[in-house]
Every structure is written in structure tokens, then in C-alpha cells.
């Protein structure tokens, strides 16, 4: 028997076991490796810095020499050799990034010195060993680990790559997800819709999102709300590793999704959660014995599918794609206007969070069917199933549309 209206959390929690990290990869180069998930460990094969050098424009000296009139006998610049000549009371001009020599410990900036004429410098007397000398090793040694895998790359990351001539990356190979709508209703943007009839908006949102959050999908078109045709259609595409549809999972009489599903042997982790918007939502899994396709059936109304996208989907493929960090992180803010919720289950309540303050949308009085309630928002609250008022100036959690993620569950009811 299908499981109805499961708890919020554990839905996710299910949702994510379910979920198999994708076992592809592949090799790209170093400038195409950005916002990808690394799929090795990254060790230093090359000291960082590879040699004692000047982090300033000034004079290499030894400590000792604080306080002496010293004797200028070389300018060394970037790329030079360092090759140790000091006598007594002499010193080098160096300059920044340049090799330090053996025989000097300390770094004087140049701005820092009593004065300096004639080749002839006179150092001060508070002088610190090691002042502005950059160690051989000192940032990253040979063996030690830089990054684990499952990382996004960054822009930080390929800096330090490239530091290592690092110029091939290994990565998971992006995730293929096929977008389908349902419904003998529903139009494409391009075609003539009547007052019976309504615009596809749904496929479109949810690969824009996914675009947005650094997922390709493909639009695979719409299945009509005929069994028969929707087992041919689903049949036809899972070799995709994710599929996500939009309507045509309540219990209407046309509504065959669930069934053409389970009919594609469809193994189900959920049908149902506790949660407003959104409660028809189900998620699954077609194991074949190469390829699992993670199923991700989300309500028609496009407020609830989008809701439902940030809650679930995004966590559930995040972890199929690789990444480390799947779930959502939290921001702590002041609500601004009192309203209320339907006690008793999980609500989704959309938002404005600026500057630590958060703004419900329209008094929390907006239908799921609605889309543009979705426009005036960059957030949401997920309140609890005990709560029914969210009061003026209460502290609260909510997730940004934007928001970073974390490796642990982080927990958002207040």
C-alpha cells in the first residue's frame, strides 16, 4: 500500500537515502572546470610557495644585523638565482616574490628601514625574525590533501589548481534530467491557447531553476492524460538518470502518472507528505541493471512545483550529482508582520528576506495555483506542524532562493 501524506521530514530524509550518487565521470580542462563536482581527491604535488621568497619590495638581512648600517651588495629580483654571498654587515635589496637566499632570515620593507642611500641602508632597531619571508612549503606541502572530492569547484579552487599545474580535472559528469507536463489542457508558449485551455509554464520554470542551481535539462515535451500513452512515453525515456513531471498525480479520474509509473516498475519511497502546498508530491526510483532513473512527480499548480523544487528536488539531485554539501542552509531573521498558518501540518510560506528582515507575500493569502506571488518572493518559511501564528518580530528560519547548502541537515522549523 502507498504510504499518504508522510511526515515532512522524514520525507526528505527518505528521499535522500533513496537517492545514488552518480558513478560517471570525466576528465575536463582546467577552464571548463568551474562549478563542477570534483570527483577525486586533490593532493600537492608542488610546494606552495616552491621556495623561500619576499613577500615585500625591501632588504633581505639577517635579525642579528637589527639596528647596523648595512651594505647593499646585490638587487634581487623575481626570477633571479639566490645564490648566498654575504660577508659581515652587508645585506641584499630584494624585491617581491623574488628567491631569498640562505644566509638572510628576515625581510625589512623598504618603507620600514632609517634610510637608504649609496647602497648603504641603516636598519632599525625593533626588527622580527622572519618578518615578510614567505617559507618554502609553508602554505601547502607535497602529500597534503587540498580538497576532497565532491567539492563544487571554484573559482578559489582553480587558483590553487593551476598553483600545482593542475590542468585536468576529474569530475562527475553532469546528471541527465528529462522535463515532461501533463495534461490535454496545456499549451506551448508558441501555440494558440483558448479560455479553456492554459500555457505551459511549469516546464519552463523548472529548467530555468535548475539552470540556475547548475543543473542541464532537457524539455522531453507533454504526455496526454491517456494511461496507455504515458506508459509508452515513460517507458521511452528512463534512460535518464532524473525525471521530473509536473500535474497528474492527484486522484482525479485523468490523473495516470502514478499508475504509468508503477506500471515502468516504478519502486515508490513516498506519495504523499503533510505539507502546504504540495501534499500530492511522490518520489521513486526505476532500478534496471545498469541504470537507476529517480522519478520526482511534482503537483500541476506551478507555486507548488516551484515550492516543492527548493524543498526536495534540489537537495535529491544535489546528492545524485555528486556534491558533498545537499542541504539547505538557514538564514536567521526578524519577521516583520504577523500572520498565520494551518496548524497541523508542515506550511510553505513565501517571502522577502532583506537585511535580516523578512516580509511574508501577500499576507500569506495566495493560492497554490497562483505565479506571481512566486515573483514578489526571494525566500520561504517552512513552519512546523504545531505552529498557527507566526508573530510580529518573532526570530525566524527561512531559506533563501539563493541560499548556499551544507553537509549536514540543518534544522529549518522554529
Known amino acids: 500500500m502507498i504510504k499518504k501524506y508522510l511526515n515532512f521530514d522524514l520525507a526528505l530524509k527518505q528521499a535522500l537515502e533513496f537517492a545514488q550518487v552518480s558513478k560517471l565521470n570525466e576528465i575536463v580542462t582546467l577552464e571548463n572546470s568551474l562549478n563542477r563536482v570534483l570527483a577525486q581527491d586533490i593532493y600537492c604535488v608542488k610546494n606552495l610557495p616552491s621556495f623561500n621568497n619576499s613577500a615585500m619590495d625591501g632588504f633581505a638581512i639577517k635579525a642579528s644585523h637589527k639596528g647596523k648600517e648595512l651594505y647593499v651588495v646585490k638587487t634581487i629580483f623575481a626570477g633571479d638565482s639566490a645564490e648566498k654571498l654575504l660577508k659581515e654587515n652587508e645585506c641584499y635589496k630584494i624585491m617581491t616574490g623574488a628567491k631569498v637566499p640562505d644566509d638572510v632570515d628576515t625581510i625589512i620593507p623598504i618603507e620600514n628601514v632609517e634610510f637608504y642611500k649609496n647602497d648603504i641602508v641603516k636598519i632599525k632597531q625593533d626588527v622580527k625574525k622572519g618578518a615578510c ?19 563544487q569547484i571554484t573559482s578559489a579552487m582553480i587558483t590553487l589548481f593551476a598553483s600545482q599545474g593542475l590542468n585536468m580535472i576529474k569530475v562527475y559528469k553532469k546528471i541527465s534530467i528529462a522535463i515532461v507536463s501533463t495534461g490535454d489542457e496545456i499549451k506551448e508558449p508558441w501555440e494558440n491557447a483558448n479560455d479553456n485551455e492554459i500555457y505551459n509554464c511549469n516546464s519552463y520554470a523548472l529548467i530555468s531553476l535548475l539552470k540556475e542551481k547548475g543543473f542541464n535539462a532537457s524539455y522531453l515535451g507533454l504526455i496526454p492524460d491517456n494511461l496507455d500513452k504515458s506508459v509508452e512515453f515513460i517507458h521511452n525515456i528512463t534512460n535518464y538518470d532524473v525525471i521530473i513531471t509536473s500535474g497528474g498525480i492527484s486522484m482525479g479520474d485523468a490523473d495516470f502518472i502514478g499508475e504509468a509509473f508503477l506500471k515502468n516498475n516504478l519502486e515508490i519511497i513516498f506519495h504523499g507528505v503533510n505539507i502546504k502546498p504540495g501534499r500530492p508530491i511522490m518520489m521513486g526510483t526505476i532500478k534496471k541493471e545498469n541504470h537507476n532513473t529517480f522519478v520526482i512527480c511534482l503537483p500541476g499548480n506551478p507555486l507548488t512545483a516551484m515550492v516543492n523544487m527548493h524543498l526536495f528536488s534540489i537537495p535529491v539531485l544535489r546528492k545524485i550529482q555528486g556534491y558533498y554539501n545537499i542541504y539547505h542552509d538557514v538564514i536567521f531573521a526578524k519577521n516583520m508582520e504577523t500572520f498565520t498558518v494551518k496548524q497541523g501540518r508542515v506550511n510553505v510560506v513565501l517571502g522577502s528576506c532583506n537585511k535580516g528582515e523578512y516580509q511574508v507575500t501577500q499576507k ?9 506571488a512566486l515573483s514578489y518572493s526571494n525566500s520561504i518559511l517552512v513552519s512546523s506542524e504545531e505552529t498557527s501564528i507566526i508573530q510580529k518580530k518573532d526570530t525566524i528560519k527561512v531559506i533563501s532562493f539563493n541560499c548556499s547548502y551544507l553537509d549536514d541537515k540543518t534544522n529549518i522549523f522554529n
Do not use: A, D, T, V
Request: aromatic letters at 8%; charged letters at 30%; one cysteine or more.
Open 133 to 151: 619571508l614567505r617559507l618554502k612549503g609553508e602554505e601547502c606541502k607535497i602529500g597534503e590533501l587540498l580538497f576532497n572530492k565532491n567539492q
Open 364 to 372: 500569506n493569502r495566495y493560492g497554490s495555483g497562483m505565479i506571481s
